[in-house]
């Protein structure tokens, strides 16, 4: 067992020295599937990034350590560029050393996930699946809206070693971004 988490351990500082002493190979993730769902007077939404994983954000992912995005999505009035509704949920990674499993936590349903399997795990945290995001009376009948939707990956603390690590170099630095098409309320519920 000792040789088991020294071995797990092992790769999270093979991660760290990777990270630190070479360049990381960015990838440039963006939205795929975004949809908004009307029930009743409640507007929910659903999507997921893709082309978000890189061979090091894997190795980061397997290192133990919590790996946290943070989702920002705001329903814009068209018109005036005035936010009418927003949200902003977070998904935790983290991989358990001694259980050898992944959980993913999901802040809009405010639900853990235990998963075995890796791939399974990454796409559950980069998914955003049905999650309320506003009424349907902050929309007015006759205005255009639209919908946008962004991502970043949280800093993560290095201690002994580096304040922080920016982790958004995974994703080459930039913000994925969505913006809808616009539309109006009437639209949704048809």
Known sequence: MLQYLADKVGVGALFLTQLLLTAVVGTEPYFQDVNLDVRGDRLF???SLVESFTPDLDLLLQSGDAVVIHFEVDLVNAENDSVVAIADWEHHFLYSLLEDDYKVYRSEHDKTEYINSLKVA???????????????RVMEDEHY??????????????????????????WNRIRPIYISETFKKRQLVL
């Open 145 to 170: 809206y639209f919908l946008r939707m962004s991502a970043f990956l949280e800093e993560m603390e290095m201690p002994g070693i580096t304040k922080e690590i920016n982790l958004m170099s995974f």
């Open 122 to 136: 990454k796409d559950e945290w980069v998914k955003i699946d049905n999650a309320l995001f506003c009424r349907m």
């Open 45 to 47: 939404i659903s999507g």
